[in-house]
Structures are given as C-alpha cells and as structure tokens.
Nanobody, 122 residues
C-alpha cells in the first residue's frame, strides 16, 4: 500500500485548500482513511477520517464546519476540502490508511503517506 498526499501550500486566513491522498496497490474501499496533522512543537493529531464502509465522516472539533472529507473509490483518492482556514491550521498534514472501520488515532494507521505542508498566513 502506498499513499501520496498533495495539495498543500500557502493560504491566507479565510482561504481554502484541497488536499488529496491517492492510494495505490490496493482498492481504496478496503481501507478507512484519516488525515492527521503535526504543528511545530506539537504532537500529531487526528483531523478527520472517513470510514471504510458507509463513508461516515469524523472531524476533530476545531475543524467542524470548515473541513470536509470525501472519497472517490473509482480514483482511489480521498480529499480534504479545507475552507475558512485559520493560522492555527498551519501544520504538516499526513494521510494514513487503516483496516479498522474508522481511523481516528495514529495508532490505528497501518500505512502513512508523506506529509504536505499547509501554511496559513497573511
């Protein structure tokens, strides 16, 4: 299983970015996918995940109403649409895949993609 994260960059406060996580080697439908982030000086935290079955989405409180996770099994890709970005969203974002029904904690991740930097600054 290989994961390729992309879409990070620089955004102004209130702006938007869309992250993509492309999975190769296996069918995306076999995995729950999570997005995690690590800000400078902080531990990696769960941001959002989408369940293996029924596409149930989970969000950490700080991003509810601003971020939307979705999956396209035909493209083997999961997206994280990030709107109304705030400076505190600045972090390296990672996607990960796991075999549990949902993956909300890093310990549930079996395969990690490389990080993509998101910087929110004016």
């Amino acid at each position: 299983v290989q994961l390729q994260a992309s879409g990070g960059g620089l955004a102004q406060p209130g702006g938007s970015l869309t992250l993509s996580c492309a999975l190769s080697g296996f069918a995306l439908s076999d995995f729950a996918i999570g997005w995690f982030r690590r800000a400078p000086g902080k531990e990696r935290e769960g941001v959002s995940c989408i369940s293996k079955k029924e596409d149930i989405a989970y969000y950490t409180d700080s991003v509810k109403g601003r971020f939307t996770i979705s999956r396209d099994n035909a493209k083997n890709t999961v997206y994280l649409q990030m709107n109304n970005l705030k400076p505190e969203d600045t972090a390296v974002y990672y996607c990960g895949a796991g075999l549990d029904p949902e993956v909300v904690h890093p310990s549930q991740i079996g395969w990690w993609g490389q990080g993509t930097q998101v910087t929110v600054s004016s």
